[in-house]
């Protein structure tokens, strides 16, 4: 009888069309295709015969060493892998099968010989996007002359790079890069200036085909980049601390007409000389500026782009609050907002977000106002469209129980709270006017009170993930919140 009851829970899955299968499993998460992988061979097969499905894969490798000896355990097909401190002292065969799924490398803080990435990267035809952030590739020898070409990679990034010798071997080996980033994390070119210029060099082969560059934004950078011909860029970001001539970003701006993505992390002044740019670049639709101090900001550069803009990101360069005068400026298709440094007076920013109806996404980190009903009601401004709201370490001038009433955000999906002196009752009224909140972050934030932890296990019940970090929280609350809150992916709580 026992022996009947499990010949009929053994049985086989529906046979099928692939393409029926396909076309349920991609309605699965990654973890749960790995789940079905191991169901049947069949199943497996499928899988792992659809690059669609494949793509869904993330293969993460943690600090070690692999030399000749690794081998990997129940390695699967993945289109993108993630190596984060690992030394690559040898490429063994496993890699060659592994390597002729990918689509996305990257190497991060990573150490390896230029011959053995060579190696790697051979056996990757299909390489879509490559990423060396801080990685360590020596080369004790002469350059190896690559015999290979990486035809469909299109986004290089080498991050902090020191050797031009490597410039030259990805110079050969990527032909139709389209989005560029190279950085070298020098603050000056002053006694760099041959280095710089091959770097300005490498740039150069690909620059009448690139659509997005990101480099250093120092001015001898941006004036060597001027010198190149024939640019058609849709996106620039310069990284750095301060760029001191505003002119030179102004000029590399006149000769990319067609940039549709400006973000200078570099912080620069707000003069009358940035309001070329809002004439010069009438496509722009995301625009991330950082400001060196002054007692007012007059962003009339924005006039002449606030009718484009999807995406703005505005920032103080230190931590003495700047303001902002939005007066008379309005975003009518404005979609995400992130505010880091600023201080608002009264009812600016809600005046402002009530000119940007479309908005989705805001987000302020360490921002300063006179008190959180200024906040409250800002926010209920944009309540109907808000689906992501982040309010990190964000202080008031007036302390005060009134923080005013907020409408029902039935369109928040995710909140992150982090380093606000919010009243616990402010965070269970926020969190209560969330009903279809998905993605909870709280980090640094008081929840001692019962009320909060009854809000988390009650009322929000579309959770998927909740993450709740370095927060003042007894071990009832944390007993209560595992065994009360329904969370469908993950629910976790990091302790002091």
Sequence with gaps: MESAKKRKLDVEPPTLPVEIWIGIFERLSAWQLLRVRLVCQRWRDIVDGSRGLVAKFTVRFIPQFIDREYQPGHLFPAAKVFMKQVKIAAVGCWWAPFGAYLTDITLDECKIMLRNLLTMLRATPNL??????????????????????????????????????????????????KNLKIVTNYTSFHDQLPFLRHVVDFVGVWNTSLEQLETDGVDLMLIELTQLPQWNLKGLILQGVELENVSSLINLCRLNPALEILRVE???????????????????????????????IQPTFLTPLAAGLRILKLSAEDSDFQIINFAGLECPHLQSLDLNGIHFDGHRLQTFLAGSPKLRILSLTSCNFCCWRDLFRAIGTCKRLLQHLCISRVTVSQISSDHGFLDYLDEMRHLGLSSCKMSQEMVSTLL??????????????QLTDAEVVHVLCQKLRHLVRVKIENCAISDQAVNSIRQGCVVQQKLEIIEF
């Design 128 to 177: 879509k996007y490559l990423n060396l952030y801080d990685a360590s590739v020596e080369c004790h020898e002469a350059n190896p002359v690559p015999d290979f070409r990486l035809d469909k990679l299109e986004t290089l990034c080498i991050d902090s790079v020191n050797r031009e010798e490597n410039l030259e071997v990805f110079r050969q080996i990527c032909p139709n890069v």
């Design 266 to 296: 570099s912080a620069i002044s707000c003069g009358p000389e940035l309001d070329e740019i809002g004439q010069l670049l009438p496509k722009l639709t995301n625009l991330m500026l950082t400001f060196k101090h002054r007692a007012e």
């Design 432 to 445: 209560r006017l969330c009903p279809r909140l998905e993605v909870l972050h709280l980090q640094g934030m």
